[in-house]
T-cell receptor, first 110, second 116 residues
Framework: RKEVEQDPGPFNVPEGATVAFNCTYSNSASQSFFWYRQDCRKEPKLLMSVYSSGNEDGRFTAQLNRASQYISLLIRDSKLSDSATYLCVVGGSNDYKLSFGAGTTVTVRA | GAGVSQSPSNKVTEKGKDVELRCDPISGHTALYWYRQSLGQGLEFLIYFQGNSAPDKSGLPSDRFSAERTGGSVSTLTIQRTQQEDSAVYLC??????????????FGEGSWLTVV
């Protein structure tokens, strides 16, 4: 079983729509969680950290469910510029190891 | 520059040749990572440095791969006797402290390696 699993998508949505997707992780001792964004042929960039109580950053909302071992990302009012691959990143029980999911591709169409 | 700098940005090499990839992390960042990403795939962990030491080399695919870091700064990833399956983008990342502790890791733009 992979440490971090994501639905690869693609999620094709019209501008203005809401899109949401999850990521599951296998290590119950994981302590840190992030969403990174990766544009085509570019490096990953931090979108947001995910906190236990859930957090929001503008149109983006992240949630953590420790009991079921998944995190989610919701994008409201989608923009064309939101088209990208979203990588789920989970920190393990040690203090440095990060595991990356293979990514969920989102395409926002006009 | 302010970000993680990698060179070369693109490298085409013949099978069997050695290549050296360089990473210059953000100044002051003690943690440095190397990842590999093949086309359409996720990031594969290669090695982690804390300062000049590498407590985790578990991701290096074979003994053809090696990495070092000097002066707590620049790191080089060396691939000997390259094979076609080594073709990928090699991403370097750095952070103030260990990434699993909640420190943000910042990536360089990668070194795109093609072995022909």
């Amino acid at each position: 079983r992979k440490e971090v699993e994501q639905d690869p998508g693609p999620f094709n949505v019209p501008e203005g729509a809401t899109v949401a997707f999850n990521c599951t992780y296998s290590n119950s001792a994981s302590q840190s969680f992030f969403w990174y964004r990766q544009d085509c042929r570019k490096e990953p960039k931090l979108l947001m950290s995910v906190y236990s109580s859930g957090n929001e950053d503008g149109r983006f909302t992240a949630q953590l469910n420790r009991a079921s071992q998944y995190i989610s990302l919701l994008i409201r009012d989608s923009k064309l510029s939101d088209s990208a691959t979203y990588l789920c990143v989970v920190g393990g029980s040690n203090d440095y190891k990060l595991s990356f999911g293979a990514g969920t591709t989102v395409t926002v169409r006009a | 520059g302010a970000g993680v700098s990698q060179s070369p940005s693109n490298k085409v090499t013949e099978k069997g040749k050695d290549v050296e990839l360089r990473c210059d992390p953000i100044s002051g960042h003690t943690a440095l990572y190397w990842y590999r990403q093949s086309l359409g795939q996720g990031l594969e962990f290669l090695i982690y440095f804390q300062g000049n030491s590498a407590p985790d080399k578990s991701g290096l695919p074979s003994d053809r791969f090696s990495a070092e870091r000097t002066g707590g700064s620049v790191s080089t990833l060396t691939i000997q006797r390259t094979q076609q399956e080594d073709s990928a983008v090699y991403l370097c990342a750095s952070s103030l402290g260990p990434g699993g502790s909640g420190n943000t890791i910042y990536f360089g733009e990668g070194s795109w390696l093609t072995v022909v």
